[in-house]
């Protein structure tokens, strides 16, 4: 088992940064991946960004060359660091672990949500114009 708590979500104004953090515990050395999903109102839950445990990271293009995830030496503490935040980044922010390893592409495996089988509970993002 794992478990994932997400923290640092907040409001901000368009142009600011918010730096997301996800504390993993319980098995940690059985995750491959962790994963920043998002879900707005009445929209799907997307994947953002994850990073692999030896370091290689991939992202969705909406976020590319603004948002970046990072993790500490393990597995343990994973962040999303969110420069240039738009209204449209508002949404409920998710860490999810997988714990199994893909050989698809990056943008595959954010899109099999299905397939992440630990979430934490969300933190809150509130980007205003």
């Known amino acids: 088992q794992v478990q994932l708590v997400e923290s640092g979500g907040g409001s901000v104004q368009a142009g600011g940064s918010l730096r997301l953090s996800c504390a993993a515990s319980?098995?940690?050395?059985?995750?491959?991946?962790v994963g920043w999903f998002r879900q707005a109102p009445g929209k799907e839950r997307e994947g953002v960004a994850a990073i692999y445990r030896r370091g290689s990271s991939g992202y969705a293009d909406s976020v590319k060359g603004r948002f970046t995830i990072s993790k500490d030496n393990g597995m343990t503490n994973i962040y999303l660091q969110m420069d240039n935040l738009k209204p449209e980044d508002s949404a409920s922010y998710y860490c999810a672990a997988r714990t199994s390893l893909y050989y698809g592409d990056w943008s595959q495996l954010l899109a099999r949500t299905s397939e992440w089988g630990y979430w934490g509970q969300g933190t809150l993002v509130t980007v205003s114009s």
């Open positions: 319980g098995h940690i050395a059985d995750i491959y991946y």
